[in-house]
């Protein structure tokens, strides 16, 4: 833990130069320099809808969003489904989130509903025992494929639920969980209005200079809650992770652990939500969730991407942590993926004005404890590095 910002020279040779992660305090400050920035969602709701590109228009125009939903929070991430037509056929697959557009102030009202609706139920999904899950505690929703041997009424089927779907309680509102999680450089794009702001830096100065490959490639801002999960992954890029409101729980495994994670290839699909209400209410209706084909996808998109498998790895790092504390090392979960116990996962846990060094192809698993806003500056990774 750094209580100041080091100099660039002291992060690269006790930090970077290793390979190694740190919490750093104090490294973005707010406008007077007194104290770390922090920003909650109201504070960034308020912000947008006061932007001074609002102000220069007679009315205010609150931005749009492009925001990650899922049934459960769990997105990107290696779950069971089931294949529609294959005698409910299981099989694993990378399941992408569904995404929707709406505004800054909409994905606050929605954000919070669903968490006071998950609250009241006991932080569980009341599934009223018609829900499939697999073992990893997750439900099993329907996979829809185009199969080139349907008749004609088979494909129509295939925009819809199958006859052996699994049953949604019409009486039940189902809240979806959101999850801004935009990794496209969304604080220059999306939200450039609120980045022109000038409230966050455009870089990190002493990380960019020991970082040498020039300012950050990218800079996202992520808004959730508890909810929501990023599963373990590696990204290549030198990250810094700064909270400005709540508590990110990182875990983190050294690039070095990758023959123990069980990483495989999957085949990729997407989940499609359907409601099953069109009227004109606020509340949230009950919807059906299902899982379509990336391939489906691509085709019907004309698309010339056939990358449709997807290499990740499949267990839940925190699972495994839980399930061997409990069991002495000897759970159901460490039977399965047995190579995990020779992992060296690590739980850091980053406060509001904290900012973690994460370096490039650390795999790392991410949540929140509570409504959470953080931004993260992604820089370019050394290739050529000795580390690598």
């Not at 409910?88 to 609706?117: C, I, N, S, Y």
């Not at 329907?142 to 008749?151: A, G, H, R």
């Not at 969304?186 to 020991?210: K, N, V, Y």
């Not at 950050?216 to 909270?243: C, Q, T």
Request: proline letters at 6%.
């Amino acid at each position: 833990m750094l209580n100041e910002p080091p100099s660039s020279l002291e992060f690269f040779r006790n930090f970077v130069a290793k390979s190694m992660p740190c919490i750093i305090r104090n490294a973005i400050r707010s406008e007077d320099g007194s104290t770390p920035l922090l920003l909650s969602l109201d504070d960034l709701v308020n912000i947008c809808t006061n932007s001074s590109d609002n102000r220069n228009h007679s009315e205010s125009k609150d931005m749009l969003l492009t925001v990650d939903v899922t049934p459960d929070g769990n997105g990107d991430c290696i779950r069971t489904v089931r294949e529609r037509g294959k005698q409910g056929t299981r099989t694993r697959m990378f399941v992408k989130p569904e995404e929707r557009q709406m505004t800054m102030t909409q994905f606050r009202e929605e954000l919070r509903r669903g968490h006071g609706e998950w609250t009241q139920e006991g932080q569980k999904p009341d599934n009223h025992g018609e829900s499939l899950q697999d073992e990893d505690g997750l439900e099993i929703h329907d996979l829809y494929i185009d199969d080139d041997n349907d008749n004609d009424n088979d494909a129509q089927s295939n925009s819809s639920p199958s006859d052996d779907a699994v049953p949604t309680d019409p009486t039940k509102k189902m809240a979806s969980v959101l999850y801004y999680s935009r990794q496209n450089d969304c604080l220059r794009t999306e939200l450039q209005p609120l980045f022109d702001e000038g409230i966050f830096p455009q870089s990190i100065a002493f990380a960019q200079e020991a970082f040498d490959t020039g300012p950050p490639d990218a800079i996202n801002l992520w808004i959730g809650d508890e909810r929501s999960v990023s599963s373990m992954h590696k990204d290549h890029y030198e990250n810094l992770f700064h909270v400005l409101h709540g508590e990110k729980l990182f875990t983190l495994c050294p690039p070095a652990d990758i023959p123990f994670l069980h990483e495989g290839d999957f085949e990729s699909g997407t989940f499609s939500s359907k409601s099953h209400n069109n009227n004109d209410s606020h509340e949230p209706q009950p919807c059906e969730w299902s899982v379509v084909s990336d391939h489906d996808n691509n085709a019907s998109n004309q698309s010339n991407n056939d990358e449709t498998t997807v290499k990740w790895i499949e267990p839940d790092i925190d699972k495994f942590i839980a399930d061997s504390s409990h069991n002495n090392g000897n759970g159901g979960y460490g039977k399965r993926f047995p190579l995990m116990h020779h992992a060296h996962p690590i739980q850091v846990r980053v406060k509001a004005g904290e900012m973690l060094y994460l370096p490039a192809l650390w795999f790392h698993r991410v949540t929140q404890t509570c409504e959470t806003v953080g931004i993260n500056y992604w820089y370019d990774m050394k290739f050529d590095s000795s580390n690598w």
